[in-house]
């Protein structure tokens, strides 16, 4: 999204989540910093549920790592912008039939992993050496900002993709929504929201990209191209108990991760100064804080099959 193409309101048009009304304080734990809020998510990871005498994690239930239908026995996964690998080490354990290589430009990941997977260094945005029609899947997620020619990385996504191969992308948006006027165009949040769109465009990195992802992936070549656009919400303000578990993890991502996102861009592109970047994030971070503000992201999860050279 461009600069003169803003919203003019932080509705996205869709339905409103249901507000837990039940006055439990669920901001409490980040009210004293992230230590509690990580003691918080630690302990619903050690909650079980029981069924038959057996007992099963509960962190994570009905959750899939890959949305494309690439059935049981894949061969060979890339991860593209892998970052700390958690997800190609979750896949490389759900599909011993596979090689995953995760890529990316810096060597973060731990080296403690499973056998079939493999971490490269690399520039993403470079030309492709990986053979063509070489991986049952590639997988990009969570690179708005990163890259500066989308339609080139799924272009070169379609050239390694196996025929019959899937690619998957998932990417939120960096606009930011409410559909219950909670949420003001003027508040830290909606600016924050507004200027990372703003700096990124102007580094020539696009941010707010997720609702084109469909589109790039189609004009790269892929068919059956489906898309689901999931809520993120910001805090654990909804009523549904996983959009609150949702909202809990992106809350913590905000206030342990803002300073991050934040600074670079608004002092190398906006011509911040740090100390007023910092000041302004505090008034974001206590925005997040304010379980009065029903604030979330879409999540746009889009996958395409390369088709069989019988259908070209």
Request: hydrophobic share 35%; proline share 6%.
């Amino acid at each position: 999204m461009r600069e003169d193409d803003e919203p003019q309101t932080t509705a996205d048009g869709g339905s409103s989540i249901a507000v837990d009304s039940s006055g439990a304080d669920d901001y409490s734990i980040y009210s004293n910093g992230t230590e509690s809020a990580t003691t918080s998510l630690k302990s619903s990871v050690l909650d079980f549920e029981y069924e038959n005498g057996r007992r099963y994690h509960a962190y994570k239930k009905g959750g899939e790592n890959i949305l494309a239908p690439i059935g049981d026995n894949p061969q060979r996964i890339l991860d593209v912008g892998t970052g700390t690998g958690i997800w190609a080490m979750d896949v490389a354990d759900r599909y011993p039939s596979a090689v995953v290589i995760g890529n990316d430009l810096s060597p973060i990941q731990p080296t403690w992993v499973p056998p079939n997977i493999q971490f490269e260094v690399d520039d993403v945005e470079a030309e492709w050496t990986y053979a063509a029609d070489s991986f049952d899947l590639v997988h990009i997620r969570y690179m708005m900002a990163c890259i500066s020619d989308w339609p080139k990385l799924f272009k070169q996504a379609y050239r390694v993709t196996k025929p019959g191969g899937y690619l998957e992308s998932a990417e939120p948006t960096l606009q930011i929504f409410c559909n219950d006027g909670s949420l003001d165009l003027e508040s830290p949040m909606a600016m924050w929201s507004k200027n990372m769109i703003k700096s990124a465009d102007l580094f020539g990195k696009p941010g707010n990209i997720a609702h084109l992802t469909k589109g790039w992936m189609i004009d790269a070549g892929f068919v059956n191209v489906e898309e689901k656009i999931l809520r993120l919400p910001v805090g654990p303000w909804p009523k549904d108990p996983l959009l609150k578990e949702i909202g809990r993890f992106n809350m913590l991502s905000g206030m342990q991760g803002l300073d991050g996102f934040t600074l670079a861009l608004f002092t190398r592109v906006l011509g911040w100064s740090a100390e007023d970047v910092m000041k302004f994030i505090q008034t974001v971070k206590d925005q997040l804080l304010d379980r009065r503000t029903h604030a979330f992201a879409n999540y746009h999860v889009v996958y395409g099959r390369k088709p069989e050279p019988e259908e070209k």
